[in-house]
């Protein structure tokens, strides 16, 4: 098994951010298999096989969006910024642009650190349990 | 700036980081409901109530309305106040490693014995049932004898399967139950601790705040508590001598399966 996900020693880094980099790689492991599915799915003539692979699909969007809403939630920052971008009609770029501005501006104006909120960050302690 | 008012504290970053890392490493340990129950949130200092999706008819509505009032379960704030002397900041910044954080740490157990106490005990004065009042089985004393806690625990489990509840089952000791576990060894010296573990096949945990112990199902959505704001520092006031801080969370609790946990008394 590799430690890919780990830019800097994991043995630096703090167990909130382990978990945080685990989980965006589980984010992008997720987004890959998206499109390797829509790809197989594109040249499979097998009318059965392809609703296979379309369930299969499915599983992965859901997962992507259960990876997605937990670094959401450990990051108010993002979470703000995808608030101006997520479900929205009209031109994304557009929405993007604006959602990074304010969020932004917002966090620094009130003295928020940019990486993340105040909080101790220990939540749900289950896996920690000796 | 959010309602802590750390900016406002005469505390450096690195200040911060050292209080911040001391109460994670204080309170981890002692949050055994948060490695037991079922955790969503944080959803932030503005979430002030969770839904419980019921309804209480209003009896004094308009003619040909029928009305419905929503029920809801209030969060509650809690709060354990904290001083560091201004002294012990300066020697942090220097790089002293003894940094003396006592009134912290005692602040940090206090507001897990009062997490663990409204899960497993119940807190009447904020609408929280806890895992042990709510329980319908009967309870099972402990008893003096600690080499007899494999029977008890079993039994609870028996109590529990019985129920139809299927594992994995944790176990939360309160700390004289978690100090006799772990001072005994049972006939060849195999550990009582290790031996429990077996029975429950799931975590077990010290949860100071409980007196005896509680066997619950882990997980599947029976015992749910919410957090509003997460464990966070924030600040009060200062003057030339020290700063004087609190410890804060915001959570909400409720068993929705009863009959998933059985007590054992002290």
């Known amino acids: 098994m590799g430690f890919d996900q780990y830019h800097e020693p994991p043995a630096e880094l703090p167990d909130r951010t382990r978990t945080f980099a685990r989980l965006c790689a589980s984010l992008t492991e997720e987004a890959e298999a998206i499109g390797w599915y829509e790809q197989r799915m594109a040249v499979e003539p097998d009318r059965d096989a392809q609703a296979i692979m379309r369930d299969a699909q499915g599983e992965e969007f859901k997962h992507f969006c259960m990876d ?5 939630r450990r990051t108010p920052l993002w979470r703000e910024i995808a608030e101006g971008i997520l479900f929205t009609e009209g031109d994304i770029v557009e929405h ?23 909080s101790l960050g220990i939540g749900d302690l289950r896996e920690a349990t000796s | 700036m959010s309602h802590l008012l750390r900016e406002q504290a005469p505390i450096t970053e690195a200040g911060w980081n050292l209080l911040d890392d001391e109460a994670r490493e204080r309170l981890a340990p002692a949050l055994a409901a948060r490695k037991l129950v079922d955790f969503s949130g944080p959803r932030g200092w503005g979430h002030s109530a969770t839904n419980l999706g019921r309804v209480e008819s209003v009896g004094d509505s308009p003619d040909g309305i029928d009305a419905a009032q ?6 509650v704030e809690v709060r354990a106040p904290f001083s560091v ?24 157990h206090r507001l897990a014995v009062a997490e663990n106490a409204a899960v497993f005990n119940g807190w009447g004065a904020v609408g929280i049932k806890g895992i042990a009042e709510s329980s319908p089985h009967d309870p099972i004393a402990l008893g003096e004898d600690c080499e007899r806690y494999p029977r008890h625990v079993a039994k609870a489990v028996d109590a529990l399967r019985g129920a139809g509840i299927d594992g994995p089952y944790g176990l939360a000791l309160g700390p004289e139950a978690h100090t006799n576990v772990l001072e005994t060894s049972q006939h060849g010296g195999y550990p009582l601790l290790e031996h429990l573990r077996e029975i429950v096949g799931g975590p077990l945990t010290w949860a100071p705040g409980v007196e005896g112990a509680v066997v619950l199902r882990v997980g599947g959505g029976h015992f749910l508590f919410e957090s509003g704001e997460d464990l966070s520092i924030g ?20 068993v929705a399966t009863p009959e998933a946990a059985v007590a054992l008394t002290p």
């Open chain 2, 70 to 75: 929503r029920r809801v379960l209030p969060l």
């Open chain 1, 68 to 72: 997605l809403e937990f670094l959401l």
């Open chain 2, 85 to 108: 002397a201004r002294t012990e900041l300066a020697d942090a910044d220097r790089g002293a490693e003894d940094v003396e954080l006592e009134e912290l740490d005692q602040a940090a």
């Open chain 1, 96 to 118: 993007g642009e604006e959602a990074e501005e304010e969020a932004v501006e917002d966090e620094a104006s009130r003295g928020v650190p940019v990486s993340g909120s105040e």
């Open chain 2, 235 to 254: 600040y009060l006031d200062h003057d030339v001598d020290t700063v004087r801080l609190y410890l804060e969370e915001t959570f909400s609790f409720r």
